[in-house]
């Protein structure tokens, strides 16, 4: 049996900022290699927290209480300093949510694209120089000197988060995560950027873990879905069974109100107050 690329199993923690309040609860998930998975939950149900535990970057105020989080079986939460910073941003790496205030904004698109080509992968000035290049074409900007010599307020939003994915793929990782990276775009671009980053992970045969509080996104781009209430699993599996034949009443109360159900007034039926009760019953909180 080979390990699949992320195994996280038992995964709780707590805030130390809310009096050891629970953040996750016996969380388990699995991501084969090439598979993109939607984390879904509304705002506060943990999406964020397992995001950064997967990138090694908890708060302090954040504290893991039990479980593990085996990447190709190297458990990231034992494993030593030196060892997790190799895979962090290398082999595991981030498209972050807001491509405004993800790029240095004092330092070209071409410095922020070649340096990790540099530092962490030995090539010359002029083989990141190309490699970068490549990398803009591969995210379909159509003027890759330009914006290689522009800074980031020089560009769109649309255009940055495209610098981002490139940026984000440009190591190779095997694991890409997603949080939110088009909830700060308009809906037309929105629709480009996930195109895109379902190409570019097909191409290169990228797990990705795709953090959304939207099921229309899940419906578009993700192989599979777990969906989170209160940090813990509520329902999960392929993408067609969630969304098809959800087990869950609260899974079920989503789809019916709507893509944006995060949003009041957009959904056609809000999720029943009775579903919430269920949910709070089941987890044990009140
Ligand atoms: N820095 C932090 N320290 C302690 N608790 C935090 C911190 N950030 C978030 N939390 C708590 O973790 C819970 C889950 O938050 P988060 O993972 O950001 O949810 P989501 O991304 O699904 O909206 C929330 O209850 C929040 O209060
Ligand atoms: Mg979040």
Redesign the pocket.
Known sequence: MTEPLLFISGLS?V????GG?P?LRDVALTLERGEVRGLV????????????ALLGIL????RVTGGTIRFEGRDLLTLPAPALRDIMGSEISLIPQDPQTALNPGRRIEVQLTDGLRLRRGMSAKAAHARALALLEEVHIRDPLRVLRAYPHELSGGMRQRVLIAAAFALKPKLVIA?EPTTALDVTVQKQILRLIRGMQRAHGTGVVF?T?DLGVVAQICDSVTL?YA?KVIEQGSTADVLQRPKHAYTRALIAAGPRYDRPNAGLEPVPQSVFEQLRAEIGIK
């Open positions: 923690a805030s130390d900022r809310d309040s953040i939950g509304e705002s506060g149900a943990g999406k964020s927290t397992i995001a950064k708060p302090r105020t954040v949080d953090v509080h989170l940090g």
